[in-house]
């Protein structure tokens, strides 16, 4: 590998969109595509000027030209490419979830430690405008002490338009949208769950996870730290518009999550005062040659329901993929390396074991030991 990493991107349904991105992004080659439809890997790759394709990702596996992947398949499938990738000797970059297991989550832990490889789990949550708006005023100290946490991760998923694996997931198999913020913002893991499930999902779902909640609540503590956060989620047969979430409290301000898209969150001070604000764009944050991607027009497939529902990511991809990028060519763990993506994700499915027991508490496993 010279000064360029040498990127194939893996799944071309919402995963376009990282194209583009690393095509033009100074450190980066976007060497390759796969797709498991030819017709429509063709059509991708035509209209991208990609020159490497594939339908088969263990023939990609094997290309010596393809330093690293980034993948975007359906999220059944995410251990599988993750593990198949680091045992290549590529480094890997995989949307969320980690793994849909405690087990699988372990594993990835233990391979990026195995390989020497770079893992990123490409959680999009902490790199949104809104987060990076809030990290800057904590961080000025303009909040004062960080007090109470929250998350929420709402989604109909009655839209047309996704997977039937979707169909009676428990809410907390897909957390890391509500999870990660609270955890990144004290920089510190999750320590214990627990977590209530309410309601009832329509009685034809249930059956492919055995799950019946409609919405699950969870209360999370944090290591060395007296600050607790709670998580809501909701995916079936609760009516809400999409809300993908934080809503954080200080000793000085808090922040609030729009209500309704388009509102404008909500910074609190004093005693009683509380307005809207708009939250500034975050290019002047990146590098030139991808700090266009960060503007909502750069989004090219609008329709896609990835889009519809998530207001574009607000802004995420490409302070991820440099994330991604400087971790490789600096020889260091990526900032949301395995060890993180375990805490953040696991915290979910334990959260859902919790809820099944009826609220117990959980405590979590420690992923740095592997």
Known sequence: MDNKVRVAVVGLGFGGEFVPIYQAYDKTEC?????????????????????????????????????AVHINTDLLSHYTFVEKALKAGKHVASTVPMGMTVEECENICKLEKETGK???????????????????????????????????????????????????????????????????????????VRCIGSGRIQEEYIDQYKSPFAAESVQLTFADSDVSG????????????????????????????????????????????????HVPDTDYMLPDSIKKFSLKNQIEDKEHVSFIQGDGHGGSHPHMIREYIDAILEGRPAHVNSVVAANWNVAGILAHESAMRGGEIIKMPDFTQF
């Not at 990609?50 to 094997?62: A, G, N, S």
């Not at 996704?162 to 009676?168: I, K, Q, R, T």
Request: glycine share 8%; charged share 30%; aromatic share 16%.
């Open 31 to 67: 060497v390759a595509v796969c797709r498991r439809n030819e017709e429509e890997l063709n059509k991708f790759a035509d209209a991208h000027g990609v020159e490497k394709r594939y339908t088969d990702y263990d023939e990609l596996l094997k290309d010596p030209d393809i330093d």
């Open 118 to 192: 770079v893992y990123m789990l490409m959680e999009t949550s902490i790199y949104t405008r809104e987060f990076l708006y809030f990290k800057g005023l904590y961080e000025k100290g303009e909040i004062g002490r960080l007090q109470f946490l929250r998350g929420s991760h709402q989604q109909n998923m009655g839209l047309p338009g996704w997977p039937s694996y979707w169909y009676g997931m428990p809410p907390m198999h897909y957390p890391t949208h509500a999870i990660a913020p609270l955890s990144e913002i004290l920089r510190k893991p999750i320590k214990t």
């Open 230 to 277: 709670e998580v809501t989620r909701t995916l079936f047969n609760t009516i809400r518009q999409y809300r993908e979430s934080f809503d954080f409290y200080g000793s000085k301000k808090s922040f609030e999550w729009e209500q309704c898209v388009g509102e404008g969150p909500v910074i609190y001070e004093g005693y009683e005062g509380a307005k809207h604000i």
